[in-house]
């Protein structure tokens, strides 16, 4: 049905020294490292707090891609579609993280919360606003309880 | 610096009546039409009341692209690096936008409030969390002032 592929660059890479295992607590400082010739394209960012990153989850391999899988593995959770969840192992593994912009010098940004290994392509970001924000935003009980379990103290 | 070039591959097509100027209200409902092989792994988006689309502008020309742009191309916004901005005219110009599911049937969505033209191609979807949701999120005053214009009774 659908026909064509589509190419692009990564505009820059991931740079953090966050651990792999510790990446998914999304706590830790990143900087992100634009390609040099973007630095004006990044003017102006500074007047918003937050960020949408997208990036190309580059270690995913193909074999590693699946239409179904239970979140985190688990065999307490539902069999889910892989687009219903934001499991890396999706047909085109794009990554898509909220992240708090902390500080620009030309073409790097310092920024909090993301969830992208040390290394990885950035392919876009954008700045993050109202439109963004849906506070009526419903998720389903699986959903909830893996949340509740990650609140937890340890 | 940053060397490699991404392939992906459209998972899906946008349908919709809304016309090309409507469009940037937000206001319709679209259809997103999935690859068939791809209808197993939609299960269980039902439980999430939102979702991203993330979309390939398609009709962004090379020649199109820019480093800075003025909001809306008006003279009294600000001269801002287009990734500081929504701007479609980017490196990569791919396109996120919350949208509310309204039902899915097999492998087609409806959705309200999407911004992308008929026949678009979409290359990924998630579904919207609590971590997505940004309350505390601060824009600049050009923002802030285009917005209110919009809201404003024509």
Redesign the interface.
Known sequence: ??A??????????VRTEVRDEEVRH?EGISQLIF??C?T??????E????L?V?Y?MHRVKEEDKV??ARPRERLDM?L???????SPH???P?G???VQLLERKANVLWVRGLDAFNGT?I?????????????????????LRL?AERSKPV
Chains 1, 2 share one sequence.
Request: glycine residues 8%; charged residues 30%; negative net charge.
């Open positions: 049905m659908i064509g592929e589509i190419r692009l660059k990564p505009i820059g890479l999304r390609d040099e973007l004006s394209a990044l003017e102006g960012l007047g918003f707090s937050h949408f997208l190309w239409l179904k539902p889910l579609g892989v687009l219903a969840t934001r999706r047909p085109n794009i898509l993280t909220v392509p392919i876009d970001i954008k700045p993050y606003d109202s439109w963004d924000m849906r506070p009526d935003a419903r998720m389903p009980e699986w959903w949340e």
